[in-house]
Each structure stands twice: as C-alpha cells, then as structure tokens.
C-alpha cells in the first residue's frame, strides 16, 4: 500500500535555512492532508494541514502546498531551528469517509546549528 | 492542553500470551483509534471506534485484536495470542466529533516487544 509516499528518509538543513519535505500521493480519492512531527519516545504531534480546494497554507515558519494535478504536496519550515530535528511524516485522509489516516513512511530531518 | 495518555509504555511479552494496551483518550472526545508503526515502517491505521462499537478497521485487525470501552474513560487493545511480528509502537489518539475535520490528538504510545 504506497498511497502515500515520501521519497526522502532524511534531510539535514542548516538552522535558518529553509527546510522543504515532499510527499507524494496517488488516491485521487483524498481530499485532506496533514503534517504531523513525530520525536522519539512521543507520539506524533500534529503540525499543519490542507484541504484540497486550497493550494497554501501557512502557519507561521510553517507553510503547506498543495499540487492536486501533480499530487504532491510540500511542507516549508522557515527559518528552520535544531527544535525542528524529527521525524516529518505526511498523512491523507478521504475526509468524508471518516478519520482513517493513511501515513508516508516518514522524513528525519536534522537541522545543524 | 489535555492528552491521551497510554500505559503502558513498554511492554515485554512472551510469544502466543495476551496483551492489553490501555488508553485514556481526552474526556470529552468520542472517536477513538489504534494505529502502530513497526519499527522502520510507517504509522499504519487499526481500528476506529465510535458508539461503542466498531466503525472501521484494517486488513491488520484480524481475530487476534478486539477494542473495548469498558468504562467511561478508558480504551483498551487487546491482542489475544501475540506473534513476533506484532512487536511494534501502538499509539491511541482521539477526536471530538466526526463534522469538520481535527488533527487526530495521539498518545505517546506503548513499545510492545514479542520474544
């Protein structure tokens, strides 16, 4: 099952460089995505998200896109801060089928100081 | 802000024993949900619950696995006979209502370890 995928198990930033994690999906059926951060030893903890009908969202250094031809969406951390260092997981949801989360595999970026 | 806490953190059990994992999901919350992440992989989707009963669950939540509600505050996994392969985090989370969409508020797991 590889609905929901993100290519890159790791990225490593410095801090106040911008950070950018993709994910790719391939259930045109999903109509809501989020970004949840996951710290070892924690549960994850969520971040940001998006509906379909938009194509941005922002959050203050936290910004999501949305490319529903492409599907594919892009989570931007700015500046980015060693605070970020986690584990960035992508999930979508078919929102009217209720709340079953389908999860990418996960991105561990590391920022440096 | 209120959590779902879960206990126990870790648990260690011998292969083909019973586990319960327990949960208190936040109070006023009424969705409740498993998923686990095998080491290395990813968070995958169990079961939901909702009214006391079932609503959803996945190719994973076979016979082995049963949820229940047994009182007004906690939320338990049961695994009946545990395999090796069940060795993974199991995380509870909970929402408000089923309307609008919300984040999904997860616990921070319990580390089941099968030997």
């Known amino acids: 099952d590889q609905q929901v995928k993100q290519n890159s198990p790791s990225l490593s930033v410095q801090e106040g460089r911008i950070s950018i994690l993709n994910c790719d999906y391939t259930n045109s059926m999903f109509d809501y995505f989020l970004w949840y951060k996951k710290y070892p030893a924690e549960g994850p903890t969520f971040l940001i998200s998006i509906s379909s009908i938009k194509d941005k969202n922002e959050d203050g250094r936290f910004t999501v896109f949305l490319n529903k031809s492409a599907k594919h969406l892009s989570l931007h951390i700015v500046p980015s801060q060693p605070g970020d260092s986690a584990v960035y997981f992508c999930a979508a949801i078919r929102e009217t089928s209720g709340s079953r989360l389908t999860f990418g595999e996960g991105t561990q970026l590391t920022v440096n100081p | 802000e209120p959590e779902v806490t879960q206990t126990p953190s870790h648990q ?17 919350h ?3 949900y498993w998923y686990r992440q095998i080491l290395g992989q990813k968070v995958e989707f169990l079961v939901s619950f909702y009214n006391n009963e079932i609503s959803e669950k996945s190719e994973i939540f076979d016979d082995q696995f049963s949820v229940e509600r047994p009182d007004g505050s906690n939320f338990t996994l049961k695994i009946r006979s545990t395999k090796l392969e069940d060795s993974a985090m199991y995380f509870c989370a909970s929402l408000p209502n089923g309307g609008t969409y919300s984040p999904l508020h997860f616990g921070n797991g319990t580390r089941l370890t099968v030997t």
């Open chain 2, 12 to 28: 260690v059990t011998q292969m083909g024993q019973e586990v319960i994992l327990r949960c208190v999901p936040i109070s006023n």
């Open chain 2, 30 to 32: 009424l969705y409740f």
